[in-house]
């Protein structure tokens, strides 16, 4: 049945930001990604009006005709490799968020949370790619960067280039019907909100405690590019300033907003106990030079070492574990409060 513009258009102001024009026209894949994003943020929903009319089109496969009839790969998409790289990083946040107290996450779930969400993205339209290379490559990026939530980026980022080298067309097949559409959706949808549900209901301070520390490490990898980190915490406070400009509400300014700032306040207040006990590892005062950091961590290294210690192993790993982390927090460039804020 061929699909209608007007019903498109409906379908998108009544319910576009939960996919329900996608599901329509049967691009299942995008209506998924809207389902877990909210449209992106609102950003891809709006985009989307100028973008209505081709994706008819595609759905009564008039373009879908003449592209595969015209050259055998699609054509490279900045957008789509961009959106790539980003819905793997949010894919990767949420199962940092839910799932990383489990047994060898940073080795099989981190990878696969990325891998899935680049791999969504490479299937929105009459498109796709292969997923064998796609996690292929996402788990052999994993180890490099195991137990940092940063492994995010540069998973993503492999990732994603993957998905762009083996991009190729859909091939056609027979239509399902829609009980078995919502179905697989459903499915799909429990098993992104499932776990995420499950820690901030039952694991709420451990899932705060984690969000803090998510974002602080993500911040803190920006304090390497002054520019660009000032320009992320930009666009997190966005949606307040925008609301505020839109709206006009001086309350809004006084309660809201500051509100959501406390939230920067909190992470740096975490990162600051993180730092404090980091000092406290070392058996450093806070007015520590880095040289004095890097002395004590080379003399308690030796001292902890689980090879000189074959007597009291376990203890030795312990603290050898405790010397480390704290070290590496302590190489982090400590930021001043204008920067949270």
Known sequence: MAKGLLMTYVLWAVGGPAGLHHLYLGRDSHALLWMLTLGGGGLGWLWEFWKLPSFVAQANRVQVQKQRSAEGTPP??????????????????????????????Y??????????????VAAVGNQTSDYKHILGAAFLISPIFHGRPVAILPISLAASITAQKHRRYKDSVESETLSVRLYRLGLAYLAFTGPLTYSALCRTADTIGCVAEILGSFLSWFSFFPLLGRLVESVFLLPCRVWWLLVGDPAFNSSWFQEWEKLYEFVHSFQDL??????QVLGLSEAATNEEIHRSYRELVKVWHPDHNRHQREEAQRH????????EVLSQPKKSRGFWR
């Open 274 to 279: 993180k730092r404090q006990l980091a000092y």
């Open 107 to 120: 080795i099989v779930g981190l990878p696969l949370a990325v891998g899935l969400g680049v791999l969504l």
């Open 76 to 105: 490279l998409s900045i957008i789509r490799f961009s959106a790539q790289i980003i819905v793997g990083i949010y894919f990767g946040l949420v199962a940092l968020i839910s799932l990383s107290f489990m047994a060898n996450f």
């Open 320 to 327: 050898f574990l405790e010397i480390q982390a704290a070290y």
